[in-house]
């Protein structure tokens, strides 16, 4: 049975997942929109993202200092794509998405947008910086748009998201919600 969370993550996960495939070894070392991260380093985030989210779909508790390099070992690119299907799974139970997440003291259902979050604009940051198209769905970009209306002055103050980058209220719903995550539309590594 589908969730809200599913339906967006199963939007995500496919092209997410199709952009790591295309990234050659080459291109690990590139930087990204996410100045914290090489693409190397964001794609292992997003790695860590698809398994930690699957504990969370579960009610589990996760532990996101466990930092493993996962583009040193063989077959990442296979493996990521397993992880990320199973995360997809994961929030298929409706159980996912009811209650508030341990330690985290949010609404499950909020937390399993926070993962669509890491996708989508981390998915955006991969295709940037190696020069990839891509095109969330906009049932996902309108859905994180109302995540952002809720929690993105809190993700701010954590440091989730960086400080809003003004864009053109006219222009693309993606680029607005790249600027409220704290990214350039325009960005250029």
């Known amino acids: 049975m589908a969730t809200k969370t599913s339906e967006l993550l199963g939007a995500a996960v496919p092209r997410t997942v199709a952009l790591v495939r295309a990234i050659g070894d080459d291109q690990l070392d590139l930087p990204t929109p996410c100045a914290d991260y090489t693409v190397g380093g964001l794609i292992n985030h997003v790695y860590d993202v698809a398994v930690n989210f699957q504990r969370l779909?579960?009610?589990?508790?996760?532990?996101?200092?466990?930092?493993?390099?996962?583009?040193?070992?063989?077959?990442?690119?296979?493996?990521?794509?397993?992880?990320?299907?199973?995360?997809?799974?994961?929030?298929?139970?409706?159980?996912?998405?009811?209650?508030?997440?341990?330690?985290?003291?949010?609404?499950?259902?909020?937390?399993?947008?926070?993962?669509?979050?890491?996708?989508?604009?981390?998915?955006?940051?991969?295709?940037?910086?190696?020069?990839?198209?891509?095109?969330?769905?906009?049932?996902?970009?309108?859905?994180?748009?109302?995540?952002?209306?809720?929690?993105?002055?809190?993700?701010?103050?954590?440091?989730?998201?960086?400080p809003e980058v003004p864009v053109d209220a006219a222009g693309p719903e993606l680029d607005r919600l790249l600027g409220r995550t704290g990214r350039d539309p325009a960005w250029v590594g």
């Open 57 to 162: 779909a579960a009610g589990q508790e996760t532990d996101w200092s466990v930092k493993t390099d996962h583009v040193a070992e063989p077959g990442w690119r296979d493996r990521f794509a397993v992880e990320a299907d199973r995360l997809v799974a994961a929030w298929e139970d409706p159980a996912s998405e009811e209650g508030v997440a341990p330690a985290m003291g949010l609404p499950r259902s909020t937390v399993g947008l926070m993962g669509v979050v890491d996708l989508v604009v981390h998915g955006w940051d991969l295709a940037r910086a190696t020069g990839q198209p891509y095109e969330p769905t906009p049932e996902s970009i309108a859905a994180l748009h109302g995540f952002m209306d809720e929690m993105g002055p809190t993700g701010r103050r954590m440091g989730a998201f960086g």
